[in-house]
């Protein structure tokens, strides 16, 4: 089909292109990225249907580019969240330095993310990945902050990944002698066992560590961060949802039918409820808005990645929903870090405060977000947690539910961190000045809160997908009929009512809060936040009442004997280890010519007195 | 009749001894006169090439006599697609000395010239010869030669280096002349294709001890681990052009030997197996090596060492996959790694010590450069979609179809020791601040063509390997038919 | 439509009920720690009086819409708390909004309001109430973890998430789930004290340290909307309790009397302690009642 072929031209032209207007005009370039992005997503949503596939060959090997239901889901995240993202990169970019290293890697990272998921053999899978891999690699070094520890680590993880992964298309291909994932899931009942086995691992680790999963999670903390946050939030909202597309497509299609694949769900299960506890802990002692949401992102993909461990229907709906919802408000959020440091320069809690009143956009998107990352009703997020639980408790994971509440309770502390950090507590002389971002980077994080919201009540606008995606990769359905409604279900019949809910929360809400400003509003008047009583004083002009630093001591304290190990470490020491080894092995070559002669008697004498072993 | 394989010997070692003599003439003729002969011999190998691929190979006879009693040259897809390659890079490598040299004043250009037609004549003559003796001689011919270039900037360093190689290189060839005494003893002839057909009828401990000899002698300059403690030595000091040649060239050529001796002359199988542990170590030594490297073509050096031993495992596999996988590599290496070395050098060109933390911030002064080494790091590691990463596919291909799932899981985490030693380059290129007293120096204009004309087929390979694919096919299958090779050139009655 | 109004008047009406013994229970126990600490303490009816003295005051001023909008939240959810709890057992006066949402949901929307008010507080820039605000999140963090278990354990034991099934459940087999689920109960009773903030878990509020904390900055109508709501939440948990462990109440009378019976564990046992340190408490919920957690968790593991 001829589409794909221009959704691809187009995306790789415009990257050149792009990367060489910036020599011309800066606009131009910002219209070409635009166009380079907004175009191909218009192009993939009129012009591509279900079904008809492409199929075409490269060096001797047969490709095939196609989409069913499933993979369109994933789709509409990144390129969704890519063209909102790309809207709020013009305005992000705005006055920075390499420009067109940006939007280049930009545009290549948004068509890898949309070639993987397009692709239905596992070689245009693997190449898309690898360029996902580098493009978001050049990113992560974008600001040439700590890269060599950073971005190496970034870069070896996802190598990792990727070449566990290649290690089994490799094999895949030695059995079948095709690279279609279509034939690789035909062939896979008629496995050895240890093949049946060692595949669906292999592919698990690649997705693994995309998706930040414990213990391969190291990577993403300084990652997240340290990339440019209008490519953050496309990163954590969209490219690690890659892992999530993979693993959801290895469990469905492989591991289900495997006797033993209880054992790949129970495990990753359970490192996916360990990852979002983890991560929470981590993320609440962070004093970095980027870390802090760098490490809520690993934990977040934790319950995602539980979601669809589980792999009852109800588990597979509640992660892939998360998972929308995750690059829903995560991509807003980091796109909220990214206007508060365009404005004041930095993301840092203990600098930052009270910028409620000068940046309300953002502090409005920033809210609704985190209220759906908290998982509170009635926005989006929580209809997530709530099939979350739901499909936990009736599959019998009866302790994975406490260890996943916990994490999500304690979620709430970073949730308020976060929003009480940045746009709460005492205004400061020293922010007086901080405008609201622009129009470009507002609107895309408004237009995403207003996602969120609905999907808050009408879940079935994505849940109706969703299932439909399921059934493409072999579920039974059995609650279709039921998603034109706002109402969630579990399999024991109980049930939740989102429209009355939302319907009685404006009331009550709406009545105490007219009840509380009603009678003389005009009288009230503002106060600024050095007004106030602490305990009967008031305080003078230039007290420091600002309390940011020790934010979450207290709940550190309580859980201090958990965070006391970290994978990060064995991993360093692990690595130091093997340095050493390299430096030993450099030292076979002394550099002295004797030695090199002695090599080579010995290399022929060995191998002479060897001959009969060896030949 | 497009021309004969014996031109591809005859014109450059003609041109190696008339450069002195045409430098008196006219000084810039010491240039000129080896890209034209390298041009033409591009052309005539192109040719030839597509003729062979169609029509079976050319098999040529020297002075009449006939084989098994002449020496004949062999112009198959195989041996053709190689002889291409190595013309291609000659080219490339011409192109970017073009210039370079004439701030070295005319002496040291005539003897590089002369010694790079040297270089090639031998290789050439390696890949091309059907006779074991003469083999010899073009692999001295090589050695001379690369001793003289290494020790192309006469400093100690590079005498020491020039030193190193010529002590193993002397060890080598007597390894050599021994192993073609012992067959010659055995079987009385000295041509591949006879020795191939009659090779069951040696006593396999004099076939084992000869094979052993064989691959040691050649392992030395196919820099084989253990026996390449000349080689990081030699690329570091050796000018940069001069490395991409040895990468190459010379390598290349030696690695063409140890595989035409295992697959075509003898008919032991244990080889194969021995092929694969021997590249593995290598593999893996040098790769260990290079990451922890100071020196910028020390690096490059110990890189291409263990791609090397990554071509000689693909060989071992010894099915038509491994051998297709290992051509395509080596087109790969040849291609990536030249880039590598042409833009590393200008890189570290004026720093005294030539360390990696001297191409800190370089991207801001040479952009096309940095871009370029960059592009060279990325394809060499084999990310997609560039060049390296089809060959590196195709050699995991070959490994899982030969069932070295061992092997297979070794070369990939090797790979990531790669990969990080080459993103620590890159990012030094990119993001750091340049030293205060480095100086940076522009490259010249014919450096930055064939530059660009190696990044530029990296990506053309990368986004459409079908241009080459075909031949190497060829080649591979040439490779794998050893009774008509035999035959082809057995058949040939003068 | 009528409905609808029958809903809406049902509600109002559930929340009169709810104010007047959430705020009576309030003053009640202010004058038993009183008694206990052998003071005379106020009447039972003070709490009344406060509310309708601060109901009646003028607002004169604000730090922001957040501030604005902290007690609304708040009352959002005791409201809706007190909405999907069923007050009354198979009585169709207060159906409210019990068929609409479980127990999950009900554990989410419990969190909507304090976290609603946090923001509200942390407007004001009043360090206390911030500091008061971290100290509950991260009680809460604290007794979630048992709570969770225990009505995890319910669930699973009976194969229901709603509160309405387990109320069923028990209506059918006659005995209340605080018998047939010991443990489930013990680890819910001493979340419990995590939920009603008395001594030793007076964190929050801390009278001495934060000066009340997140409500430090409120007066007036603010703080009578988070008197009222503080009072009919602790109505709405006492019903769900009730509901849960003690097979609901048929009547009024029979749920004032469960339900302050209940009410007395918390108060009674916190008039005498001094107050934990902020990690103390949390892991004070990470010890027994956790072990009482995991304990009804095998239980029902078993039985199921």
Known sequence: ????????????????????????????????????????????????????????SLEGISLLWGIDHYSWLFALIVLGLGSLAAVYAIGYMKGKERKGYFYFNFILSVMSMLGIVVSQDLISFFIFWEIMTWSSYLMVIYNGKDIQRVGIKYFVFSAIGAYAMLMGIVIVHSITHTFFIEDMIQAYGHMSLQL??????????????????????????????????????????????????????????????????????????????????????????????????????????????????????????????????????????????????????????TEITGLIRKMPWTFLASLMSIIALAGIPPLGGFVGKWMLYESLITSDHYLLVILIFFAST?????????????????????????????????????????????????????????????????????????????????????????????????????????????????????????????????????????FSVGFTQPFLRAVAPVMRRQIDKYYTEFAKGLEGLFEFMRRIYTGNAQTYALYVVVFVVIVLLFKDVLF | ?????????????????????????????????????????????????????????????????????????????????????????????????????????????????????????????????????????????????????????????????????????????????LAIMILYSQLGTLNMAEIASKIHTVNPTYKVISLILFISALGIEAEIFPLNGWAPDAYAEAPGPVGAAFAGIVVKASVYAIIRYIFTIFDISGAYSFLIIIGMMTLIIAETAAIRQDKLKRMLAYSSIGQMGLVLVAFGFGTEEGVFAALFLMLNHAIIKSLLFLSGSYLVYNSKDKKIVEVNGMHKFLPITSFLFALGAFAIVGLPPFAGFWSKLSVLTAAADSHMLFVLALVLIVSVIELVYYLRVVNRIYFFKKGENVDPKKPTFNALLAMIVLGALILVIGFYPDVITGVIHKASADLMDKTKYINDVLSIKQ | MEEVLYNILGAVVTFIVAFVVGMTYGGLTRKITARVQNRKGPPFYQNFIDAFKLASKKTAIHHGVMHLMGPAFLMVTSVMTLLIVPVL??????????????????????????????????????????????????????????????????????????ITGLMEVQAQSGTWLMLSSPFAFIAAVMAMFGMFRYSPFDIVGAPTELASGPVSENGGKFLFVMMSAGSVFTFAKLTLYVDLFMGGASNLVVLLIKTFLLYMIPVLYGVTSPRYRTEQAVRWFWGWPTFFGFLAIIQAVILK
């Open chain 2, 1 to 177: 009749m497009v021309g004969t394989p014996v031109l591809f010997v005859a014109i450059p070692l003609l041109a190696a001894f008339l450069i002195p003599l045409l430098g008196m003439i006219w000084k810039e003729l010491v240039r000129i006169v080896p890209g034209l002969v390298l041009m033409y011999l591009m052309v005539l190998s192109i040719n030839l090439l597509n003729h062979v691929l169609v029509s079976g190979p050319i098999v040529e006879v020297i002075a009449g006599w006939a084989p098994p009693f002449g020496i004949n040259l062999v112009f198959s897809a195989f041996s053709g697609f190689l002889v291409t390659l190595m013309i291609f890079l000659g080219l490339v490598v011409w192109l970017y000395s073009y210039r370079f040299k004439r701030n070295v004043g005319f002496e040291p250009a005539k003897k590089y010239f002369l010694l790079l037609m040297m270089l090639i004549t031998g290789a050439v003559g390696i890949v091309l010869t059907g006779d074991i003796f003469n083999m010899f001689v073009f692999i001295e011919i090589t050695g001379i030669s690369g001793y003289g270039l290494t020790a192309f900037y006469t400093g100690r360093d590079s005498a020491e280096a020039s030193f190193k190689y010529l002590m193993l290189g002397s060890i080598a060839s007597t390894l050599l002349l």
């Open chain 1, 1 to 56: 089909m001829e589409t794909y072929s221009i959704i691809f031209a187009i995306f790789l032209g415009g990257a050149v292109l792009t990367y060489f207007a910036g020599k011309l005009n800066s606009i131009l370039q910002d219209i070409l990225f635009l166009g380079s992005v907004l175009v191909p997503t218009y192009l993939f949503f009129s012009g591509v249907s279900f079904g008809s596939a492409m199929p075409f």
């Open chain 3, 89 to 162: 057992a198979g009585n169709n006066w207060f159906p409210n909004l019990n068929f609409h949402g479980d127990l999950i949901f009900l554990l989410y929307i419990m969190t909507f309001g304090p976290l609603g008010m946090a923001l509200g507080a942390g407007q004001t820039g009043n360090p206390n109430s911030a500091i008061g605000v971290t100290r509950g999140l991260s009680q809460m963090v604290g007794f979630e973890i048992p709570w969770v278990m225990s009505l995890v354990a319910l669930m699973i034991q009976y194969h229901t998430t709603s």
């Open chain 1, 196 to 349: 049946q086995i060692w595949i669906p691992i292999l592919f698990l680790i690649a997705f693994a560590v995309k998706a930040a999963m414990m213990p391969l999670h190291v990577w993403a903390p300084g990652a997240y961060s340290n990339a440019p946050m209008a490519y953050t939030s496309l990163f954590s909202g969209a490219l690690s949802k890659m892992g999530v597309y993979g693993m959801v497509l290895i469990l469905v299609t492989l591991v289900s039918r495997l006797p033993q694949g209880i054992w790949f769900r129970e495990v990753l299960a359970w490192l996916g409820g360990i990852t979002a506890a983890v991560g929470t802990l981590w993320a609440i002692k962070q004093d970095d808005a980027k870390k802090l949401l760098a490490y809520s992102s690993v934990a977040q993909l934790g319950y995602i990645i539980t979601g669809v461990a589980i792999g009852t229907e109800l588990g597979m709906l509640a992660g892939l929903f998360l998972a929308v919802m995750h690059a829903l408000f995560k991509g807003t959020l980091f796109m909220a870090v990214g206007a508060i440091e365009k404005q004041t320069g930095t993301t840092n809690f």
């Open chain 1, 410 to 546: 304690a979620g709430f502390l970073y949730c308020y961190k976060f929003l009480f950090g940045f746009f709460l507590g005492q205004e400061e002389k020293e922010w007086e000045h901080v405008k609201e971002a622009p129009a470009t980077m507002v609107v895309p994080m408004i237009l995403m809160s207003v996602f969120m919201f609905v999907l808050g009540t009408f879940p079935g606008i994505i849940l109706k997908p969703i299932n439909n995606g399921l059934m493409d990769l072999g579920f039974v359905d059995s609650y279709k009929h039921l998603w034109e409604t706002s109402v969630i279900f579990n399999n024991w019949g109980d049930h939740v009512i989102l429209q009355p809910i939302l319907y009685s929360i404006i009331a009550i809400f709406l009545f105490f809060l007219i009840l509380v400003v009603w009678k003389g509003y005009k009288g009230t008047r503002y106060v600024t936040t050095k007004d106030i009583s602490t305990s009967g004083e008031v305080p003078k002009e230039d007290e420091n009442l600002t």
